[in-house]
């Protein structure tokens, strides 16, 4: 399975995801301040999970419809590096099959994933 972690998350949940042996490019070694929608068609185009913290890909998704290989938005405030990324490395081993095409978000209290727009 394959990831693009876009700039706002934290490095760690990358590393740790590398750690478990899974693929992740991270927009924040690449180019800064690219547009979501750049960032989304190159999730598209590499064919991965979009790790975001930004719930502007929501919108994207929903709203205007935009095709994605999948989003898992990570709403994890007030939680250290190491939290997030043990949450996130147990969610996506917990839920893989789940997670192609759909639009996951998880958050302290739960989870929520639902199909994305085809």
């Given amino acids: 399975m394959n990831f693009l972690a876009d700039e706002g998350i934290d ?3 990358v590393v740790r995801l590398r750690e478990e042996g899974y ?3 991270y927009v924040a070694e ?5 547009s979501d929608d750049i960032v989304l068609e190159l999730a598209n185009k ?3 999970l979009l790790l975001t913290s930004d719930k502007d890909f929501g919108d994207l998704v929903f709203r205007l419809k935009r095709i994605t290989t999948g989003v898992i938005l990570i709403r994890l405030a007030g939680l250290t590096s ?3 990324a043990e949450i996130v490395v147990s969610f996506v081993k917990q839920h893989s099959p789940e997670l192609v095409n ?3 978000v ?3 209290t739960g989870i929520r994933i639902r199909p994305s727009i085809k």
Wanted: proline share 0%; charged share 20%.
């Fill in 46 to 48: 590499e064919g991965a």
């Fill in 102 to 104: 759909s639009f996951a």
């Fill in 30 to 34: 690449m180019e800064l301040g690219i």
């Fill in 106 to 108: 998880i958050t302290s």
């Fill in 23 to 25: 693929h992740v490019s």
């Fill in 82 to 84: 190491a939290k997030k």
């Fill in 11 to 13: 490095k760690q949940i």
